[in-house]
């Protein structure tokens, strides 16, 4: 049955992301390390699996969406990992944000053993997620993007191809991930600069989010900014100091001085060294500025 | 007649402007240093004036839309300013681009001879004025704001009120150029770092113009700086080192440390250093970050 | 008799630097706001003055020494000025920090009413001064600082000459506080990083201030911020902050763009944004620096 | 007999040492990757190896000065590395300068053969290395440095011990680096501005360098970037991003934001990208500062 695929990492993002494709028609082999999360999903159209290998069996793609490059790493070269049983030109459509470097080592593993690596990751929250409406950025052989495709347009609101380079997709994430913590830092600095001048903030943030500067990270992440009000915490900054670190090493790499990411890593790490770092990364970078400013 | 107002500053934003007020019915009292720009209005809608203070005798309302601070100066302080006529309780709508100092002695100087000042700085180019399309910030007391509304909307898309001190519009505008700025730093340090790892600029531009970034600011100068294509010139680098100065002025007035400011400042220095003064500011900041990158 | 000469400001600094010239054998017709300071000094070497232009007054030159650019620009140009009753050819040696503006706007001034103006600000605190060892950096006419010369070596350990433009020595003061601060952070981020690597921050300063910084501020300062004692206060942030502007300011008018200095800028306005405008700039500076880090 | 000792690493800095050795009577066994290199030492006093395991055999103590991290690691733990054959309690005195964690991962596999690492890296050129006025900095166990000390005195002007932790004198090695680049920056800024305010760079650097910061690296490095001399070349704008980088990760590790250590590395990462990576570091730094300011 050419509808069965493997599908590995069941956290907030791939659960959604497994429940879309079951209702798309597909049966999924399922592998999660907490197996119990599999149990949200319609029993009928799964298959639970012991180890990555496993869910990677007989099938024509498997999808992973993960925390870390370890955790990457692990279930494609570990010992039950899926190179041990990916067919012959099967795809491994790897959804994860990772470093270029890791892609470009897996990758190679995969071209080693006849398989395939789709880089596949994605912008969008765990709610996008299950509303489809999440974007994805792929990269890889024209082959194996072909089969990823038809997968991929069951999950998102469009899919942006960056070429046959194995990590060209997740140098477009790092830099969009970047792009919006420079944004964070912007709306930052310039709503504490006009409540200082006796403005309010949310009158000015909604202003640019509804001009100038109408889009979504404007105006969701201006309201969070301009209000002052970080909760639930979407992004720790834990987490954006990791994608900080990302963006720095590739613009060190690439020999490419990117003084506002300097700006951006400095905050973070500065955040995380006073203790914040599980909260969101909005808080973080603003926090940041208005304690700066004495506010 | 109600419908007549002055109006002083012809250049390529105030002729639109003014245009525009033809069309709606408005009797005009114009004033240009250069005369002769009239003559591209319908002359039986216009009253030709020999100074400022021609163009503001009698009316309830005069514009003005000038180049910067000191020509604002002296189109009101001066020998044949507006101050010399404009009557008790008529409102001067000034749309500048200038500083929230100025704004503040300007204001006092209308206070002391019983007129009144609004702020109504402008968002948008020529020809979105031309369009109907800028949008408009103002700020001052709520009577001389209530004369001016009506006329404001028969040139723009949308009166943002940012409350009744004088130079909290002025404030914003700065806000805005200042945010402009950041995002076109951003811009370049994101596709040249993407174009050093071997995407394709546009691509990349193309993807956040139409994803996270979907606003104007992303989508035109977006394309601009992944073509390196720069021409024709809309604002140059040496007006965004002055708005980049007023945006520095703010941030050490109101004692709020704004990093992105500073970079962003010592970027457009360097270009009008390096001989770029009259290049388009996009094109400033771009090969600002291309050449530092070695590109 | 030609060892006379006026004096005005008796603060710290001018104190000192006075004892010092009646030591030497001159006599001074003294001027201080609060005229109460010059009974410090000898009575028989002085003549009190009630006005700035009574202590210029039949002498060839008239020492300043006072807090900032109003304070000189009262005592040269205000209604009791000195340019009242300074003689052709008399020179005023102005040695307060003031910015290169307002000493060219003097030193033109000087020219129109036929005395001369003779630029010598000082490195040095007030001990220093006490114990004439301030370095004085002159710029002016030939023939003015040939004049000045003979009096300024009762005061330092040295003159350095930076030619003939007005306020060429100025530059180099605001160059030098620049340089000092630049080096405060420069220790505070290096040894807050040795603290967190569980290294000792004084061992680190002492080793670095024998060795390859065996220099003055880097001893004095570098046992000051390593041992996190900054009592008492010898220059505050409130002062510091206002020489960084004084070198934001050099920076931008001579289109040099300098990231140090937007750095200590932005260091010492948050300084003053969270309330210590009145400790010392080393604290202000290293505060910080260990705040940045959680320390 | 008690003076003999291994001596690896025969550059221009490690040459100069090894002949101080000799001349205070010791009897070296020595390795180098060329063997060429030891013909200009005493061969009385010399016993040429083959391996760096030779070099250790039956020694208390083996020196190495070798170019980076990987060149130590390769002769400690390579086949025929010296741990094959250092004794128990024999000393490992490593100078090169090498990151931390390579230090902490090399100290770890000292102790688990029983033998001893002490890091002793150092400040100064080879110039200063053949004069003995290189400074030292130790650290590793007590004992250790014990046997380390005397061979070491023979070597320098002065040994600072940086206690027991192993990697501690690296951490300071890379802090003084990074003081002796954000150095070069402040004066590439402060002289570069003085020049284009009408002043003679050389007299600005020779009046700081003989008053406030009367220290070698502002009097040597002072008069190069004033006199934008730049030849020969000590050391190189790549290895000045190297050790900017390990100040990098180091501020990243020890969660210690740096803004001048971002600053600096920038600089160093644009003059590599501009192809300047063989000029000297004080050249790649005061270039970009001069070509900023469109000198």
Redesign the interface.
Known sequence: MEKKIGFIGLGSMGLNMAKNLVEQGYHLQVYNRTGSKADALDQKSITKCKTPAEAAEGVQAVITMLADDDAVKEVVLGENGILKSLQRNSVHISMSTIS?DTVAELAKKHDETGSRYVAAPV?GRPEAAAAKKI?I?ISGSQQAKDIAKPILECLGQ?I?D??E?AN?AN??KI??N???M??L???A??????E?????RL??AE??GS????????QNYGKTIANKQYMPVGFSAKLGLKDA?L??K???Q??????????I???L??A????WSETDWAEAISRG?T????V
Chains 1, 2, 3, 4 share one sequence.
């Open positions: 270029p912008f974007w950025c469009g942006h960056f070429g380079k060209g140098v477009v830099a969009g970047f792009m919006i420079a944004s830092e912007m709306m600095e310039a709503y504490t600069m006009a200082k001048n006796g403005l309010d009158k000015v202003f640019f001009t100038l500067f109408s889009a979504q990270i404007f670190q963006a720095f590739l613009s060190q690439s020999e490419t001085p990117m003084p506002f990411v300097s700006t890593h400095g905050r790490l500065s995380v060294a006073k203790g500025v304690e700066d400013a004495g």
